[in-house]
């Protein structure tokens, strides 16, 4: 029986200060060890693990079930115990990796039990399942016939490869956790109170005013730039819809059209530089190079990425005859608020260029923001601000569990030779073709996503599809980015697409429709990532000039020309006949960057000037109409005089 001694409110609010003094403490921890060394590699992942564990567990004993809570304060108290024995055990078990004592067992298993169950209590099932199908092949795969069979391991062997040898759990991705993601994730969260809302809002407004599709654009805007820090498609939802999406409901938006232009949005700002989200810190791990290396690579496909949505949008509101807004922006507020948005920003990437480490950038962009906050006149409350900073740390622990378990399934692909087997099925099914390879590779990147973290499954789909892509002759920058861009867009991709999930809670609009107009909208993303590997230009690498001004051109315009053609709107409406021609100039685009490819088919300027010139006819098309209509109506409006 759980007799805390308080009443349910009573109760409810100890609860709700444990977790945010815990929080408080992991954030103080961390910013801490970015200047003074608090321990070994070992001892800071142990520690973040620690407090990751207890904010996962700990919310539990409030409210719902006695029952429930019983069990919350179960694997608190476990999750607790297993830390600290293994915090004062590491000489020990690394001195044992794979023969391990009965007691070192026990708490290894008790570990693995306890980070899957801290993963489905904060992101769902998806994941956990993911993860337990891979424990039972390491454990029982010597009994599958075929090419997947391993050799028998020990229980005792499998448990310390898992946990507690100090692999598995305590592998690189929860260290880049606790060292590269955490103080990040901390200080996307400040930009709650830091009175960047208005800030943004009078940005969009700027940006969108001329434009029919102005409260749309606003949303892109000021989506892209919180997720420029955010790096995190459903904190960006929260952050920016819950004035982006009532503002475009306002304007006429239909709610699932509000809710697919801010999760589209916020979605794409996991790809935007200079944070990029967890996942970006994961691939420069995978490659060996610098964070700022992806952080740069990161930035043509990035603008190309909200080209498309932006066009889309566009497209889009003029499909539901959306006004053009009339409100102006505020100059003395962009002013106000800019340095709170531009002084931290730049403190971030002027540190990682001068190779500074991530999560020592972090902290003095959070000391900046803090600071930056008490100059304002009207700062924060100081409650305001420990409670922000306590909502990023339950974040960043929820990425921690999620890591930790992806460190079991890695472990697991490691040990058993799991990945090289797959990758050299992906190989066997491509036949050896790129283009089917990187197909299967995009197939299994969106199915991984489903319902997981980002982070979680680029993770996977580079332990394994990413290998063979490179095996294949495949640039490994480009091979790590092709599978990261489709883990980012399974957020708006159907059926389970968590961005478009948080944002329909907030529209209060169909989830499917928003999620299957997010996926339209969004479509850009799921054609860079050829770009990415088809075009050294997209990864900022000019092999030939020429080819390099070619792909300048043609890569814009296949995005747009291609939104164009889905959504049935360029200028106005288009006729059948334009359709036609925007959809050409789309195909001729994408002909331009494959047929350079094949040295025996030299036809990619033919299919480059075609699709300038068919787009071209369509937009001519389009102004020609529109003076004709506005001609007829002043002739109209004339002869009624």
């Given at each position: 029986m759980l007799n805390t001694g308080f009443s349910m409110s009573r109760r409810d609010r100890f609860v709700q200060w444990a977790v945010t003094a815990t929080a408080l403490a992991m954030v103080a921890f961390h910013m801490i060890n970015t200047q003074v060394l608090m321990g070994s590699t070992y001892e800071l992942q142990n520690v973040h693990l620690f407090f990751a564990l207890v904010l996962a567990f700990l919310p539990g004993l409030a409210g719902g079930s006695r029952v429930s809570r019983i069990v919350a304060l179960v694997l608190l108290v476990a999750g607790i115990g297993g830390t600290l024995y293994v915090g004062f055990s590491i000489d020990h078990l690394q001195m044992v990796l794979g023969f391990p004592e009965p007691i070192d067992v026990a708490v290894g298993v008790v570990l693995i039990l306890l980070v899957i169950e801290a993963t489905r209590r904060s992101w769902g099932l998806p994941l956990p399942i993911v993860a337990m199908?891979?424990?039972?092949?390491?454990?029982?795969?010597?009994?599958?016939?075929?090419?997947?069979?391993?050799?028998?391991?020990?229980?005792?062997?499998?448990?310390?490869?898992?946990?507690?040898?100090?692999?598995?759990?305590?592998g690189q991705f929860l260290s880049i956790s606790a060292n590269q993601i955490y103080l990040f994730v901390v200080f996307g969260a400040l930009f709650g109170v830091l009175g960047i809302d208005a800030l943004l809002s009078e940005l969009g407004k700027l940006a969108g005013r001329r434009l029919r599709s102005?409260?749309?654009?606003?949303?892109?805007?000021?989506?892209?730039?919180?997720?420029?820090?955010?790096?995190?498609?459903?904190?960006?939802?929260?952050?920016?819809g819950a004035f982006t999406i009532p503002y475009m409901k306002k304007r006429g938006y239909s709610p699932e059209l509000a809710g697919a232009i801010e999760a589209t949005a916020s979605t794409g700002g996991q790809i935007m530089p200079p944070v990029m989200g967890a996942a970006a810190f994961l691939m420069a791990f995978f490659i060996g190079i610098p964070y700022v290396d992806v952080m740069l690579v990161g930035i043509v496909p990035a603008v190309l990425f909200y080209i498309g949505v932006l066009f889309s949008v566009h497209c889009a509101s003029l499909s539901e005859n959306i006004d053009a807004p009339t409100e102006r922006a505020d100059m003395r507020a962009i002013a106000k608020g800019a340095p709170s948005f531009l002084i931290p920003l730049g403190i971030i990437i002027v540190l990682l260029i001068r190779s500074y480490a991530p999560d020592v950038a972090a902290f003095w962009a959070i000391i900046a923001a803090l600071a930056l906050s008490m100059l304002r006149s009207d700062r924060p409350k100081l409650s305001d601000l420990l409670h922000c900073m306590a909502g990023g740390a339950l974040i960043g622990a929820k990425i921690a569990v999620s890591l930790a378990v992806?460190?079991?399934?890695?472990?697991?692909?490691?040990?058993?030779?799991?990945?090289?087997?797959?990758?050299?099925?992906?190989?066997?099914?491509?036949?050896?073709?790129?283009?089917?390879?990187?197909?299967?590779?995009?197939?299994?990147?969106?199915?991984?996503?489903?319902?997981?973290?980002?982070?979680?499954?680029?993770?996977?789909?580079?332990?394994?599809?990413?290998?063979?892509?490179?095996?294949?002759?495949l640039d490994p920058l480009a091979a790590h980015f092709f599978a990261f861009y489709f883990a980012i867009m399974s957020a708006v991709t159907p059926p389970v697409a968590m961005g478009a999930l948080a944002a329909s809670a907030l529209s209060r609009g169909s989830y499917m429709a928003t999620s299957m107009k997010g996926f339209k909208l969004a479509i850009s993303g799921f054609i860079i990532p050829f770009f990415i590997v088809f075009n050294p230009v997209a990864r900022l690498q000019v092999e030939q000039l020429d080819l390099a001004l070619g792909a300048i051109i043609a890569m814009p315009l296949s995005l747009i020309a291609l939104s164009a053609t889905l959504y049935g709107y360029l200028l106005t409406r288009l006729t059948r006949a334009e359709r036609m021609l925007t959809g050409a100039s789309a195909l001729c685009a994408f002909g331009f960057m494959t047929f350079r490819q094949i040295a025996h088919l030299p036809l990619e300027w033919p299919m480059l000037v075609a699709s300038v010139a068919l787009f071209g006819t369509a937009v001519t098309r389009q102004v020609t109409e529109r003076r004709s209509l506005a001609r007829q109506g002043k002739s109209l409006s004339t002869s009624e005089t």
């Open positions: 199908v891979f424990l039972a092949y390491f454990f029982f795969g010597h009994l599958v016939p075929g090419p997947l069979y391993h050799r028998a391991f020990s229980f005792d062997y499998v448990i310390s490869y898992l946990s507690v040898g100090l692999t598995g759990i305590y102005g409260p749309g654009q606003m949303s892109v805007v000021s989506s892209s730039l919180v997720g420029m820090i955010t790096g995190a498609s459903v904190a960006n939802v929260a952050v920016t992806v460190g079991l399934i890695a472990q697991t692909l490691i040990t058993t030779g799991l990945g090289s087997k797959i990758a050299g099925l992906i190989e066997l099914l491509s036949m050896g073709n790129i283009v089917l390879a990187l197909l299967l590779t995009m197939i299994v990147a969106i199915i991984l996503g489903c319902g997981v973290p980002p982070a979680a499954a680029y993770s996977l789909v580079a332990i394994t599809a990413a290998p063979s892509l490179i095996r294949m002759g």
